[in-house]
């Protein structure tokens, strides 16, 4: 999904851009108000009272300090899954493997932490290499699309899919075969890295390290994509590939790097997976974070920096469906039903972009 | 290793091979369908699970299987709908708007299927064409479902239908070239809403052989990503009706590879070959793409082959 109304070029007046940023803020906007809508005549058609389910969600999202702990943890993954979308989306990619790029990450992290804490390595340079691990394993990964479609024009959509499937298959070879823990009878799973290499939590919370690092990456990624010369070329890629040859921009260097920072992203966050929460790699990687991932970019219109708030709104629907579930009687695909018909909603609105002549105004078209 | 075990594994494979086929040749289809008329729907496996789902609640109830497989097919037919209608919008991405289907599929699917993994509904009963054979695997490898041949009479028809009737040459017009079915009087976006709902039919039928046939019962695990690999099947029958029957059967026989080895005691390797499907077809989609060939046969107005 190119997004080639970003650049700002040649934008004289001032409320022309500000009339331009608020286009991106208020479709997306009204588009979630009226997957609101829609999803209350749902409830009530089912005899549910439409106010009682958004007042849960406000109650297992955001109403305790406890739920918004809860939120930011669920809310962590998405931040890192949105960006790996998000990226290469901007270069006119659309790359759907951060799925593959999470579990593939995930696995090679605990699987050369199992060596390095056998061997009692320092706990710190552990770390640093499971993180480069689960990187490069992310990277790799997406780096294959993304070389496929410059060199061979394998549609990336396609090759990012069956290389997630690829990914699954692989962990899973390994995982039921020679990295299996002998203790895991019921869930074949790689030997727990133990306690003291987990990742813990941010003092004061109960919220793991990922979120920081979800961060520091959505801003990092925010300077990169609208600040630099990169970024800038990249843009100008994702508007008009042809024409960005044509201006003799290294397109091919340009696409291995976004798949490569996609898949980096998304191995960061099998990284948190398992050094944060599971402390093995299992079938649990497989949790569709890599999806949602999909629509919190789309939600965000693939700015890094949106990204996060976005992400922080679904992990509060994740958050709050287990209350809504006791409370309501509903049953657990609840939030997931709402969160198809905020996709869907959501990518109809596009067709209004660039429709609306408020926001047009002044721009002198 | 003996030549009963490899009689063992050629017959296993041969039953896997029919059984896990017909679901993908049934997404095969219908994507097929869709893709003729220039538009790509992503989203057929939320049509696969929501059919399973549909077909197995309303064959529960009604105790009528068929009319289960019926009802499905009417829900992929529904979610089609929504998606050709969407994708008629201008500035819409039509592969993005088929992950969002899939997420809202699968997640009305659960969200009504619940009721239904406990109770036991009637399934669709298998004919049994091994009666001849006295070898017990090879009978129960010839249990097959009719839909199995459902879906080749379908396959047969719709080649024919493609190649020499009206509606099909209008299809085949409309996704190579917009302009000239427009100055052929016809309306490109009403033939794509056709297109994409009755491969959403197919789709639905296809997940009602998931809960009614093989595996044979309701569950949230039911679909292995069928639906995902309905696009690469397409790419890899090169849209032709007859050549998806082809590639199902290779399909389910790949997956097949690896249980079947299992029935001999090797368990080695089992879930390498389930990887088989995917790299078989990540490897045909880089040896066709910007082949010449490929591109005298890709609907030109598909966006996965711009």
């Not at chain 1, 009204?30 to 439409?50: D, H, Y």
């Amino acid at each position: 999904m190119a997004d080639i109304t970003t650049g700002s070029f040649g934008g004289g007046a001032s409320t022309v851009r500000l009339r331009a940023a608020l286009e991106k803020i208020a479709i997306p906007v009204g588009a979630l108000i009226v997957s609101a809508l829609l999803f209350s005549v749902f409830l009530l058609a089912l005899g549910k009272n439409p106010l009682t389910f958004y007042a849960l969600i406000w109650q297992g999202g955001f109403a305790s300090s406890f739920s918004i702990q809860n939120t930011l943890q669920r809310a962590a993954p998405l931040i890192l899954t949105g960006l790996a979308f998000a990226v290469p989306a901007t270069i006119g990619l659309t790359m759907i493997g951060a799925e593959g790029a999470l579990v593939l990450g995930g696995f090679a992290a605990a699987a050369i932490a199992v060596p390095l804490v056998g061997a009692e390595a320092p706990v710190a340079l552990t770390m640093l290499i499971m993180v480069a691990f689960a990187m490069a394993a992310g990277a790799m990964l997406t780096m294959i699309a993304g070389w496929l479609r410059h060199a061979r024009g394998v549609n990336e959509t396609i090759s990012t899919l069956l290389l997630t499937y690829i990914a699954i298959a692989t962990m899973n070879f390994f995982v039921e075969g020679m990295l299996r823990d002998p203790n895991s009878a019921n869930k074949p799973s790689t030997v727990p890295i133990g306690d003291a290499y987990k990742v813990g939590t941010i003092p004061g919370t109960d919220v793991h390290w990922g979120l920081a690092a979800g961060l520091v990456l959505a801003v990092l990624l925010y300077f990169l994509m609208y600040r630099t010369t990169f970024g800038f070329a990249a843009r100008v890629t994702g508007g008009n590939p042809r024409a960005a040859l044509a201006q003799g921009l290294p397109v091919g260097k340009l696409i291995l790097t976004c798949a490569a920072i996609s898949g980096a992203c998304a191995g960061l966050a099998g990284y948190y997976e398992v050094a944060a929460i599971h402390g093995q790699a299992n079938a649990s990687l497989v949790a569709g974070y890599g999806f949602t991932g999909i629509l919190v970019a789309f939600l965000a219109r693939q700015n890094p920096l949106a990204v996060v708030p976005v992400a922080i709104l679904f992990g509060a629907l994740d958050a709050s469906g287990g209350l809504i579930q006791r409370r309501m009687d509903l049953p657990d695909a609840t939030i997931q039903v709402l969160q198809g018909l905020i996709f869907v909603v959501l990518l109809a609105s596009e067709t209004l972009t660039g429709r609306i002549r408020f926001f047009q105004a002044g721009a002198g078209k | 290793m003996t030549v009963e075990m490899l009689t063992t594994i050629l017959i296993a494979m041969l039953g896997g091979a029919i059984r896990v086929s017909t679901p993908f040749m049934f997404v095969a289809l219908g994507e097929t369908i869709t893709e003729k008329s220039g538009r790509i729907n992503l989203g057929l496996e939320g049509n696969l699970v929501l059919g399973a789902m549909v077909a197995y609640g309303v064959s529960y109830e009604t105790g009528n299987p068929w009319l289960g497989v019926l009802c499905a097919g009417l829900s992929g037919v529904f979610l089609g709908l929504i998606h050709g209608l969407i994708c008629s919008l201008p500035r819409v991405n039509d592969i993005a708007v088929g992950i969002a289907m899939m997420t809202f599929g699968i997640g009305v699917a659960f969200f009504f299927g619940k009721p239904y993994i406990q109770p036991s509904a009637p399934r669709l009963e298998s004919l049994p064409l091994g009666g001849w054979s006295d070898n017990s695997a090879l009978r129960s490898a010839l249990e097959i479902n009719p839909l199995f041949f459902v879906g080749i009479i379908a396959a047969v028809a719709i080649w024919w239908m493609l190649a020499n009737t009206r509606p099909g040459v209008i299809l085949r017009m409309v996704g190579d070239s917009e302009p000239s079915a427009r100055a052929m009087g016809v309306n490109p976006i009403r033939v794509r809403i056709l297109a994409t709902a009755a491969g959403g039919f197919m789709a639905g039928v296809g997940g009602a052989f998931l809960s009614l046939s093989y595996p044979g019962s309701w569950n949230e695990g039911l679909s292995s990503g069928q639906g995902l690999m309905a696009v690469a099947l397409v790419i890899f029958a090169r849209w032709n009706p007859l050549r998806c029957i082809l590639a199902a059967l290779l399909f389910g026989a790949a997956g097949a590879i690896g249980p079947a080895l299992q029935s001999v005691g090797i368990s080695q390797g089992y879930y390498f070959f389930n990887a088989a499907p995917y790299i078989l077809t990540l490897f045909i989609m880089i040896a066709s793409a910007r082949s010449g060939a490929r591109a005298a046969v890709a609907p030109g107005e598909l966006s996965i082959v711009k």
